[in-house]
């Protein structure tokens, strides 16, 4: 499983004044301006899985997009619960739009992703539920280079709950973390897998190895 930026789902910005900038031209732009683009000819592509329709609107090109991942089953977690490893399985879906320029290079990428999924304690047959539904903005550094720049997650990170309802742990808020480095600027509210991950709190999760137990 992977963390982008210490953030969970298990392995895995600036909103800053530039970006509400864009979205107004984008929106500023009469639709019969509109020109479909070939998405292969802008910097760096959406990748073909993403779907994505690209139109060029005034002196910015927009990209929509929506796609599903494979479905993830039984993959290791990482996170160990006595001397037993935590299973995962979890369907993972996006809906967002890329910004470039005239040019055709980046800007931002803007999406929201929601996850389903479960953990198994493969030792004792337990199943926990858990969902996620963040936002994430990542803004470009340097236009056309995706490896630049900040990103910002925000929302419900996780919420992880037993088959009858109960709440086991709930991990959500907002993560500022630079693209580059991976280096987390700013969290807000709580984050028990990124405790966990990112900060070695082997107590972060343990209401779950409990749940699980």
Same mark, same amino acid.
């Given at each position: 499983?992977s ?14 004044? %530039? ?12 639709? &019969?301006?509109? /020109? ?5 000819? *802008? ?12 139109? $060029? @609107?005034? &002196? ?8 599903? !991942?494979?479905?993830?089953?039984? #993959?290791? /977690?990482?996170?160990?619960? +006595?001397?037993? $490893?935590?299973?995962? &399985?979890? @369907? ?11 040019? +055709?290079?980046?800007?931002? @990428?803007?999406? @929201? #992703?929601?996850? !389903? ?9 337990k199943?926990?539920?858990? /969902?996620?539904h !963040? /936002? ?12 630049? +720049?900040?990103?910002?997650v &925000? ?13 086991? *742990? ?12 991976? $280096? ?19 107590? %972060?999760? #343990?209401? *779950? ?5």
């Open positions: 499983m963390i982008i930026g210490g953030i969970h789902p298990l392995r895995r910005i600036r909103l800053a004044a %530039a970006a509400g900038l864009l979205f107004v031209l984008v929106l500023a732009t009469p639709a &019969s301006a509109q /020109t479909t683009v070939d998405p292969s000819t *802008l910097t760096p592509p959406p990748p073909a899985q993403f779907n994505a329709v690209c139109q $060029e @609107r005034g &002196s910015h090109i927009t990209c929509r997009l929506a796609f599903e !991942d494979p479905d993830v089953v039984n #993959e290791p /977690t990482g996170i160990f619960c +006595g001397s037993s $490893e935590l299973l995962n &399985s979890f @369907r993972r879906s996006v809906v967002g739009k890329r910004v470039y320029d005239a040019q +055709g290079r980046l800007l931002q @990428r803007h999406f @929201r #992703e929601s996850f !389903d999924g479960t953990f198994v304690n493969p030792a004792t047959g199943v926990a539920l858990w /969902t996620q !963040d /936002t994430y903005i990542h803004n470009l550094a340097v236009p056309g280079d995706d490896a630049t +720049g900040t990103t910002q &925000s929302g419900l990170s996780t919420r992880v709950w037993t088959p009858n309802g109960g709440t086991i *742990l709930t991990d959500a808020g907002t993560f500022r973390f630079d693209v580059a480095s991976d $280096e987390v600027l700013n969290a807000s509210a709580h984050h028990p897998f990124d405790d966990y991950f990112r900060l070695g709190d082997a107590d %972060a999760l #343990e209401r *779950l190895c409990t749940a699980l137990s």
